[in-house]
């Protein structure tokens, strides 16, 4: 079911799509944006979070990008080819990159940013490179990666906020965290670092020496951090802010702001993190363990109307475990619909006896509260006794690192491929205290952790759909976790702001393509 | 030189209570739930424990409870506020980055409301039971009685968005390169709104004080003799009545200066003002505890400060005061 | 111009003035009429509540709001002052028509230096330049006597004493040499010395500029001391009014006689012998100092309250202890009683040395020594009902509740207000019904001293004479040790068997209260008496 | 004049009794007129007022009846104000008590505690407070105690500290009476009218508080407060003005009547006394 909201945003960007190409780029002009929350620093690869990835993609690049269906393109590599066993990668790359302080990015940058860097800071990077056997520069514009067995996500991992490049000549024997460079970051993209005015704006402006012809358009981009949702939605009202990134607003601001004149939305751009919100339920201990009352909090949700109040119907409805973006869906499973007497039944026959239970709102803004708030409605409608407990971030990850809760939402990124998004969440070797990201709700079935395995190395794709198909099954009788939504978070911006949304991360690296109508 | 000595026992004094400040914030962050490198961790959305030994080595959070204290303390007894945990940049750094803005505000809104709140409050008093002296009273009242952040939020509505006459957030018009006058007036155009969302509360109060304590001197002996001499109501009002009756709002004033950085939060949250009180909100929700430290620090040196300045004016207003010591 | 002439200054005529709803009476002042003359210096007197003051505000213009004048004029100069403007009776005050107030300690602003109070007064009336207005203000610290005038112009009035801060009102009063000057009890929160010498500035300037006085007191002594006529109101109205020598010698209305009569008489009560008994109470070289508390960067003060005190007070008798404020005389009397600790020194009560107690030993010898205080109103706690007031101390001390409570309704009894009084407020009861019931709650515990601080001071004199009849009668009938505090000698006299002068914390001269009247042997002792307002020389009595 | 008569010559004071009358009303009704939860949500979302009979003022974000949260929310916002304000007491009239009667060292310690919680800033020890022990209506209510019960401690205390010498409390002492018997039957009683007239005005200051935490997302969130309700609309406000307006009129009328309740009550128990000696 699709809302009007979401039907003017397919019109919207398919007006867009046309209008692109009908204009020629007009060049210059500075485009004010949005961070939230500000970022701790700038320096991908060693900050992960995304507010770091949404400003730092302008700054430095990956290997490859990938467009909007998640299929690879170039970008510091030209090309690349991968061994019939699937277990080598060569990259050949562009040989007129230069960092932004003039030296030239060669094959050593990459060695030493995957190799070294990344092995030693990034835990994302990590879950990938354990899978690598080497990496060598063959020659100064070559790269060959070694696998120990074939990877399936490998070609999908080298975005720039999971796999950046850093510059080996600032960083190498260098205390990196302490490195004087990350006050000023060099990389390889269209935008250079110009001033950070903590509290209030980051500002890069356009790279002269841009390698890719005649790019990028803009002479710079403004991010401006504005903490309270009330006043960045102003600041986009009254023209100070011509684009708000997805995420930056209320969802209750959307509708608004969507329906000003010469206001564009799209809802493209997030394919490669594709939001799922999840309802942690502990395996463990409670009522929580009993696998009829994870269907019964299933049936009990009104996920549709959480969808439409609170999402402006953007987003949809997950079957199980694996969202639309992720590959190998499966689209034949019965679906969890709001069923409140079927959730009753069931409640009576594990006989669940009214024992109190809490849940754990995301303490990430007021849609996480107000949709724990309806999901604590619904299950209190079907006789579940839960009440709220209200944490800060802080308390949250505590918590969840401890497994001290019943019901917590979550969202998690999947990063386009359940191997690297997905699995994460069900394998039992995932199970360890202290994150908020593993096996958090203590799922343990040995076929699961089988079929995942064996499906992450699995070469070609075929063999990998029939593993992720049967695994979906199983997670969908047992409902280790609940699956309320795969998230819209759509990106609004003025519409003279043209090509601004051209890959599967949206603004993250999108203002290289961008130009304005002015 | 009695100003002298005051000042040097007060700040010998401040610096127990900055010790003791110390000890007691750090003893309550410790009792908060998670820790830093678990909510750095959160934000990067991934992590393995590799990562977070890591991060937890490096703030020092693996060593015991009382190491930690110690090391603290001890920076801190030579200026060394350490790293914010987060942004990787030193505590002091970040809060000398942010405490012109916070004292800009609140100095403007101090001296905005105590400015309008006696000027309203004398006036009230001298139309003490007439229409004009209670709207003035209703008024403040109303002021007082209304949630600061409802203010900031409506005046934004109104001025900024229907209106259009004020920007909405921020502290200057980020990528306008205004500079010299240009930018002086920019900023005060973005300061009219908090600092008046701000002040409305504070003058609220001056204006209930003024008045009470206006009608509290006039009552006194010394304004009888005063018109027994044949003066004019309003040299009357002006240097016997007033002059008396700010005494108490000296006090007053004083704990509320220092007590604005906090009640700032609200204000430099909605209006996306770069201050101290916007930065604590962030570091106690991310854990930063060093940052967190840091700003308490601070913003309770400043209370001792303005506590000491406001015995100093005080001393200046009231010879009876300096006689006695 | 020395000479009373017969030129009327102020003319008040039928004069009545207006109490705000809710007030106990409806005029403060009804249909009063009466003359100033120039030259002469008119006493108004009453007791408090008669309605004194009011003329006097009407004349300048200082009613408080809600108080009108109703009826009546009041010709100043040939003006009717009531049908003036705000505005133009202001261009009246401080010119031609001065005025001073009774609390010299509230009624100069505190934050302004003297000088510029002083030359508030030219300006206000737009005579002078600043810096001539300066000058004048250091003449007129001079003329009133002042003493270190070049240091007391820069002072600010906390640095000043009572006396010197009424010489700078009446700085203030004369700087413009007004026609009429009003007074409104100028000496009554001063000590004797002091007051006496207030008073014969005024009477000096006055004589010296041939001002018109309109002096308001509530003193036939100060009366006596300075007035050409007298003026007595009772309740708002004028029951007596003449020449003060005929009005002092023969007054004609019965409450002015009541009046007279009440003011503890000069004449001196014979020497009574109380043989020789052991001494009930026997103070030993009794030491108390204050100090300031000092921070760590500044130094303690310290004022030496007791010095070396020693006493002895014999069973059944009464001893006066007599000085002026500062004097040490309350210390000693709270040391005895045991509400400050002395530093040294004994306090022995029938042989208990008391002066080193603490803590529970202290509380169970409190029973033998009570004290009466001497503010009717302070001196009992609003929100406790008479009765218990009374029976809380043997409560305290193991009584019953309810025998406390009757003892307490025989007490009242015997005090004079009826034993009913025991379910009543305080706040129902006048000052004099409320200092007899303090008298009941030190006379709870059966107390083998009593000491009174000042029990009457705060009394008008009629009230006062009935509280000192009833310490009388009660002396005798329970044959009471008291230790008598005041600062008036004449009271002192009236009531005790011998007197100790104090002054700057040391006893200066003791005896009997006919040698210290009649022969007082100390310089000091001899300038309290004199200092006594409207003083004849004593005679003693003869019994 | 009787207690009320003197109150009620204070106009003011009688407005703000009968609203704050009527906002306890609203607290006790809640359950009787709307017996269901208020987290119900029971129509469509952004309901606005006065459009539809049964949602008098409208529904929220989430198609909950504002009218049965506004009720409800009296009740906690009310408990929430009343309850800190005793605590509060509870810390700062002892306190207060002992080193105003006790004086000297035991005085010096003491005040010496209470500047040191002044000197922390309130409103950031609040937030600080409520973020470590994590949002409840316990947590709340301690927190908005521990900051506010320093102005008590020194109210008490100056009182104590003028009442002590007073002559009465002196006679007490010389029959005998022990220091805990005087302090609670001669002076806290006397003490009594500031301290009742500033737990009015405390009260008041207390729900604006927690309005303001609850803006901050510092709210219990099982409970439906005011403040509750405005943190909750804040991000609507533009399309759904009721949502606030409603809850933070409700904060403004109750906190105005605390306030003029108190004008009344200083005025009823403090009646100007100083012209009478």
């Not at chain 2, 430099?268 to 003002?273: D, H, K, L, Y």
């Not at chain 3, 020594?369 to 409560?395: C, E, H, W």
């Not at chain 4, 504002?66 to 009343?82: E, K, N, P, R």
């Amino acid at each position: 079911m699709k809302t009007p909201l979401a039907l003017a945003i397919t019109a919207a960007a398919l007006a867009l799509s046309t209008a692109a190409t009908a204009q020629e780029p007009q060049r210059g002009g500075t485009i004010d944006t949005i961070i939230q929350p500000e970022p701790p620093g700038l320096v991908l690869g060693m900050i992960q979070n995304a507010p770091t990835r949404t400003v730092a993609g302008n700054i430095y690049e990956g290997l490859l990008r990938y467009t909007t269906d998640l299929e690879p393109m170039p970008q510091l590599a030209e090309s690349w080819e991968v061994s019939d066993d699937g277990r080598t990668y060569t990259f050949h790359l562009r040989e007129d990159v230069t960092w932004h302080d003039g030296e030239p990015f060669t094959a050593d940058d990459v060695v030493f940013s995957a190799d070294v860097f990344h092995r030693e800071l990034n835990p994302s990077a990590r879950a990938v490179l354990q899978h690598v056997e080497s990496i060598e520069a063959t020659d100064d514009h070559t790269v060959v990666f070694t696998l120990t067995e074939p990877f399936g996500p490998f070609l999908i991992s080298f975005e720039a906020g999971t796999f950046t490049m850093v510059p080996e000549h600032l960083y190498a024997g260098t205390d990196f965290r302490n490195n004087e460079h990350n006050d000023h970051p060099i990389g390889t993209g269209p935008f250079k670092f110009a001033n950070w005015e903590r509290g209030t704006v980051i500002e890069l402006v356009k790279n002269d020496d841009y390698y890719e012809e005649g790019l990028p358009y803009l002479d710079g981009v403004n991010w401006h951090v504005i903490p309270d949702g009330g006043s960045r939605a102003v600041a986009f009202e009254n023209g100070t802010i011509d684009v708000l990134p997805s995420g930056t607003v209320e969802n209750f601001d959307i509708p608004r702001l969507s329906a000003m004149d010469n206001v564009c939305m799209t809802e493209e751009g997030h394919e490669y993190f594709s939001p799922f919100a999840m309802l942690w339920m502990n395996n463990r201990e409670g009522p929580t363990a009993d696998k009829r009352f994870r269907q019964a909090v299933m049936y009990a949700m009104d996920r549709e109307f959480a969808k439409d109040v609170l999402w402006n119907g953007l987003g949809n409805v997950p079957l199980s475990a694996f969202g639309s973006n992720a590959r190998f869906q499966h689209d034949d499973l019965e679906p969890y619909d709001h069923n409140p007497e079927r959730a009753r039944e069931l409640l009576d026959e594990m006989g669940y006896d009214g024992e109190e239970i809490t849940i754990l709102p995301l303490p990430y803004g007021e849609t996480w509260t107000r949709w724990a708030e309806a999901v604590q409605q619904n299950l209190r409608e079907v006789g579940i006794n839960v009440s709220t407990q209200a944490t800060d971030v802080g308390g949250w990850n505590q918590r969840l690192g401890d497994w001290d809760y019943d019901l917590a939402f979550t969202y998690l990124y999947q990063y386009g491929d359940p191997a690297l998004g997905i699995s994460r969440t069900y394998l039992s070797d995932n199970i360890a205290k202290g994150s908020p990201w593993n096996n958090v709700e203590g799922y343990e079935n040995e076929r699961v952790d089988e079929l995942f395995n064996a499906a992450a190395t699995a070469f070609p794709d075929e063999e990998r759909e029939a593993l992720y198909l049967e695994v979906q099954e199983i997670l969908h009788e047992d409902v280790p976790v609940g699956w309320l939504m795969e998230l819209g978070f759509p990106t609004l911006y003025r519409c003279d702001v043209k090509n601004l949304v051209t890959s599967g991360v949206g603004v993250n690296d999108g203002f290289k393509d961008a130009w304005l109508d002015r | 030189m009695v100003y002298a000595r005051l000042v040097l026992m007060r700040l010998f004094k401040a610096v127990i209570v900055l010790f003791l400040i110390v000890i007691f914030n750090f003893l309550l962050i410790q009792m908060a739930p998670g820790d830093p490198a678990a909510i750095l961790a959160g934000e990067a959305g991934a992590a393995d424990q590799e990562f977070l030994d890591q991060l937890r080595e490096r703030f020092g959070l693996d060593q015991p409870m009382y190491v930690q204290l110690w090391r603290y303390v001890s920076g801190i007894a030579m200026l060394d506020f350490g790293y914010s945990y987060r942004l990787g940049v030193p505590v002091f750094d970040l809060i000398m980055d942010r405490l012109p803005a916070t004292l800009l505000l609140t100095g403007t809104a101090f001296v905005l409301s105590l400015v309008l709140g006696i000027v309203a409050g004398s006036m009230a008093a001298a139309r003490v039971k007439k229409p004009s002296g209670s709207l003035i009273m209703a008024l403040a009242l109303v002021f007082y009685a209304t949630p600061l952040f409802w203010v900031a939020l409506m005046s934004v509505v109104v001025f900024s968005v229907y209106l259009g006459w004020l920007p909405a957030y921020g502290l200057y018009t980020v990528g306008a390169g205004h500079t010299g006058f240009a930018l002086v007036l920019d900023v005060a155009k973005h300061l009219v709104l908090p600092a008046t969302t701000l002040a409305l509360f504070f003058m609220a109060i001056y204006t209930r004080m003024t008045r009470t304590s206006m009608l509290d001197a006039a009552q006194q002996d010394y304004v009888k003799t005063a018109r027994a001499k044949g003066l004019k109501p309003g040299t009357i009002q002006r240097r016997h009545v007033l002059r008396n009756a700010l005494l108490p709002i000296i006090t007053l004033a004083g704990l509320q200066a220092g007590q604005m950085v906090g009640g700032a939060i609200l204000t430099e949250t909605v209006f996306a003002w770069p201050g101290i009180g916007r930065l604590m909100f962030e570091a106690l929700q991310q854990r930063d505890y060093n940052l967190l430290l840091g700003i308490f620090f601070f913003s309770a040196a400043l209370v001792i400060v303005f506590n000491i300045i406001t015995d100093v004016v005080y001393r200046l207003a009231d010879p009876r005061i300096k006689g006695a010591s | 111009m020395t000479d009373v002439t017969t030129e009327t200054v102020l003319s008040i005529r039928e004069l009545s003035i207006a109490l705000p709803k809710g007030a106990d009476r409806a005029l403060a002042v009804e249909g009063v009429s009466y003359e100033v003359m120039r030259g002469e210096i008119m006493c108004v007197v009453g007791e408090s509540g008669s309605g004194k003051s009011m003329a006097a505000n009407a004349i300048m213009g200082l009613l408080p709001k809600g108080v009108n004048a109703t009826q009546g004029e009041v010709l100043f100069e040939g003006q009717d002052l009531l049908a003036l403007s705000e505005k133009q009776h202001r261009t009246l005050r401080g010119l031609k028509i001065g005025m001073i107030f009774q609390e010299p300690m509230t009624a100069l602003n505190p934050l302004m230096r003297v000088g510029a109070q002083i030359a508030e007064v030219f300006e206000a009336h737009d005579q002078l330049t600043p810096k001539e207005r300066q000058a004048r203000a250091l003449e007129l610290l001079i003329e009133v006597g002042i003493p270190q005038p070049e240091k007391a112009i820069r002072a600010y009035p906390f640095e000043l004493s009572g006396g010197q801060r009424q010489r700078v009102m009446i700085a203030m009063a004369l700087a413009l040499e007004p026609t009429l000057l009003i007074a409104d009890e100028p000496t009554t929160a001063l000590d004797v010395t002091t007051q006496a010498q207030i008073l014969a500035l005024i009477r000096d300037l006055q004589q010296r500029r041939g001002m018109a006085v309109m002096f308001i007191t509530h003193d036939f002594g100060v009366v006596a001391e300075i007035a050409s006529r007298v003026c007595v109101m009772r309740h708002g109205k004028i029951v007596e009014l003449g020449d003060a020598r005929s009005v002092l010698k023969n007054p004609q209305d019965a409450y002015t006689q009541a009046l007279i009569a009440a003011i503890p008489s000069n004449a001196v009560p014979p020497h009574r012998d109380i043989g020789q008994v052991a001494p009930l109470l026997e103070i030993k070289r009794l030491q108390k100092v204050f100090r300031s508390r000092g921070g760590w960067f500044k130094p303690a003060r310290e004022v030496h309250a007791l010095n070396d005190v020693s006493l002895t007070l014999a069973r059944g008798e009464t001893v006066g202890i007599v000085g002026e404020s500062g004097s040490g005389k309350s210390t000693l009397g709270r040391c005895v009683v045991r509400l400050e600790h002395p530093d040294s020194g004994e306090l022995l009560l029938d042989g208990v040395n008391l002066s080193q107690l603490k803590g529970d030993a202290l509380r169970r010898e409190r029973h033998r020594v009570q004290m009466i205080f001497q503010d009717p109103y302070a001196s009992l706690n609003p929100r406790t009902k008479v009765g218990m007031a009374i029976a809380q101390g043997p409560i305290a001390n193991g009584t019953p509740k309810a025998a406390a409570l009757k003892r307490a309704g025989e007490l009242l009894d015997m005090v004079g207000l009826g034993a009913s009084a025991v379910e009543r407020y305080p706040h129902e009861f006048s000052g004099g019904q409320r200092q007899r019931i303090g008298i009941a709650r030190a006379l709870a515990l059966d107390p083998e001293l009593i000491v009174a601080d000042e029990a009457v001071s705060a009394l008008d004199v009629s009230i006062q004479a009935q509280v000192l009849e009833l310490l009388e009668e009660l002396k005798q009938r329970l044959s009471l040790s008291l230790l008598f505090i005041t600062h008036d000698l004449r009271v002192a006299a009236q009531l005790c068997d011998r007197i100790v002068v104090m002054q700057h914390g040391r006893i200066i001269e003791q005896g009997s209260a006919e040698q210290i009247f009649l022969a007082p042997r100390e310089a000091y002792t001899q300038d309290l008496l004199d200092a006594i307002p409207g003083r004849e020389a004593p005679v003693a009595a003869t019994a | 004049m009787s207690f009320f008569a003197r109150f009620a010559q204070n106009r003011g004071a009688l407005v703000g009794l009968v609203i704050l009358l009527l906002m306890i009303a609203m607290a006790v009704l809640a359950p009787v007129l709307f017996p269901e939860s208020p987290w119900r949500m029971v129509q469509r979302p952004f309901l606005p007022p006065f459009s539809q009979e049964g949602f008098l003022l409208g529904t929220d974000t989430m198609g909950r009846n504002v009218a049965a949260g506004l009720m409800h929310g009296a009740w906690v916002s009310l408990l929430i104000g009343l309850v800190s304000t005793c605590v509060a007491l509870l810390i700062g009239v002892p306190l207060g008590a002992i080193a105003g009667y006790y004086g000297g060292l035991v005085d010096d310690a003491l005040m010496r505690f209470t500047e040191f919680f002044q000197t922390i800033p309130n409103f950031a020890l609040a937030i600080v407070l409520v973020a470590i022990m994590q949002p409840s209506v316990t947590s709340i209510v301690l927190a908005i105690a521990i900051v506010s019960w320093p102005p008590v401690a020194r109210l008490v205390r100056a009182e104590f500290m003028s009442l002590r010498n007073r002559e009465y409390v002196e006679a007490a002492r010389l029959v005998g009476q022990s220091n805990s018997t005087i302090i609670l039957r001669q002076i806290l009683p006397n003490t009594l009218s500031p301290i009742i007239v500033l737990a009015s005005l405390m009260v008041a200051t207390a729900i604006l508080l927690e309005s303001a935490l609850s803006f901050l997302g510092l709210g219990d969130p099982n409970v439906m407060s005011w403040g509750y309700m405005i943190g909750a609309a804040r991000t609507v406000i533009r399309q759904a003005w009721w949502l606030s307006f409603f809850p933070g009129l409700a904060i403004l009328l109750t906190v105005l009547a605390l306030n003029l309740v108190g004008e009344g009550l200083d005025d009823a128990l403090n009646p100007k006394l100083s012209r009478e000696r």
